[in-house]
Structures are given as structure tokens and as C-alpha cells.
T-cell receptor, first 112, second 111 residues
């Protein structure tokens, strides 16, 4: 079993839709949870991060963490064609190296 | 502001040839530095990380090595490339030990 599981998609939605992206994990020691956006042939770009459980909102993006279920989500409201990319979740324990463990990414396509 | 550079952007190398990829960070001091590899359609695999000059930790035993000769320079090397070394190599840095910021990547094709 992988430490972090993520549906590869592709997920295709019409412009303006609410998008829900999810990851599950097995390591209860994970404390930091990140979402990265990666456009084709580019490096990942950090979108949001949260510590422990709870919600965090930034513009059209909302990140949720449910540690009891080992489940994290990223919601995108009013999705735009420019949101079309691969979304990677990542997690880390609290130690001196802060190594990130990544999901395999979900490819999102927002249709105009 | 901080900037991370990687070069070359793309590289095509024959099997058995050596490799040297370079990553430099500007605008910060004493960052943690990381090398990742991303295979097509897959997530990022951590290869090496460094918490200081000369300090390298290897995550995956393989054909690659890393060095950190200066505070903001991280080098990924190989003496003899394998076909399986093909992929998208990404360098990342962090200063607050929470958020990692990635460079533009190097796309390596081994033929």
C-alpha cells in the first residue's frame, strides 16, 4: 500500500464547476499537508498548506484535512480553464528534514 | 525575493554517459535542498536531501549521487547513466522547513 493515494483522473469539468480533489494516506504521523499545481512540463507550484486538521481558504481554493479519516481535499470554486493542470497532494511529518511524500497527482481539465 | 534555477532545461544522453545537473538558489541562506525525480504520469520521488553544506542524505539506492559544495548549490550526478534514469528532475528548497518551492526542472532522456 502506498503511503499517499490519489486518483490519477483525468477529471473533466465544465467551466464554473466546483472541483473536488482528494487524497488518502496511511501514516498517522503526517502533520503538514500541501497541495501543489503542476502545469505540463513545469515544476510544481505550491498552492496551499495546512497544519494538522481543519480548513483553510485562499480565494477560490479551500483545503480540508480530516486526520481521523486520513483524508484531505482541495476544493476549487468557479473553476477556470486556466486551472487545467495536475494537482499533487503532499504530506510530511514534523522532523528536521521535512521530507515530503507526494501523491501521484490528479489531472484536471476545465472545459470552456 | 528567492529564486531557484536549474540547468540544463533538457538533456538527451546516451546510456553509459556521465551526468551533472545543477541547482542554485538565490536570495536566501542555509536552505534545505532536495532532488526529486518524476516519471511520466507519476508523483515525485525524493532522491536526496541536504540540510547543510556537505550533508547529503540518500533516500533511494540507485545510480545517482548528490553533492552540495556551496550553501546554495546542489548538484546531481551519475558516472554511467541507465535507461531507467530518464525522467523529470526537480530541485526544491525550503527555509521554514514546511513549504518546499520547486525549480523549473530538467527533462532527461537517456537513449
Amino acid at each position: 500500500q502506498k503511503e499517499v493515494e490519489q486518483d490519477p483522473g483525468p477529471l473533466s469539468v465544465p467551466e464554473g464547476a466546483i472541483v473536488s480533489l482528494n487524497c488518502t494516506y496511511s501514516n498517522s504521523a503526517f502533520q503538514y499537508f500541501m497541495w501543489y499545481r503542476q502545469y505540463s512540463r513545469k515544476g510544481p507550484e505550491l498552492l496551499m498548506y495546512t497544519y494538522s486538521s481543519g480548513n483553510k481558504e485562499d480565494g477560490r481554493f479551500t483545503a480540508q484535512v480530516d486526520k481521523s479519516s486520513k483524508y484531505i481535499s482541495l476544493f476549487i470554486r468557479d473553476s477556470q480553464p486556466s486551472d487545467s493542470a495536475t494537482y499533487l497532494c503532499a504530506m510530511s511529518e514534523v522532523d528536521s528534514s521535512y521530507k515530503l511524500i507526494f501523491g501521484s497527482g490528479t489531472r484536471l481539465l476545465v472545459r470552456p | 525575493s528567492q529564486t531557484i534555477h536549474q540547468w540544463p532545461a533538457t538533456l538527451v544522453q546516451p546510456v553509459g554517459s556521465p551526468l551533472s545537473l545543477e541547482c542554485t538558489v538565490e536570495g536566501t541562506s542555509n536552505p534545505n535542498l532536495y532532488w526529486y525525480r518524476q516519471a511520466a504520469g507519476r508523483g515525485l520521488q525524493l532522491l536526496f536531501y541536504s540540510v547543510g553544506i556537505g550533508q547529503i542524505s540518500s533516500e533511494v539506492p540507485q545510480n545517482l549521487s548528490a553533492s552540495r559544495p556551496q550553501d546554495r548549490q546542489f548538484i546531481l550526478s551519475s558516472k554511467k547513466l541507465l535507461l531507467s534514469d530518464s525522467g523529470f528532475y526537480l530541485c526544491a528548497w525550503t527555509l521554514d522547513s514546511i513549504t518546499q518551492y520547486f525549480g523549473p526542472g530538467t527533462r532527461l532522456t537517456v537513449l
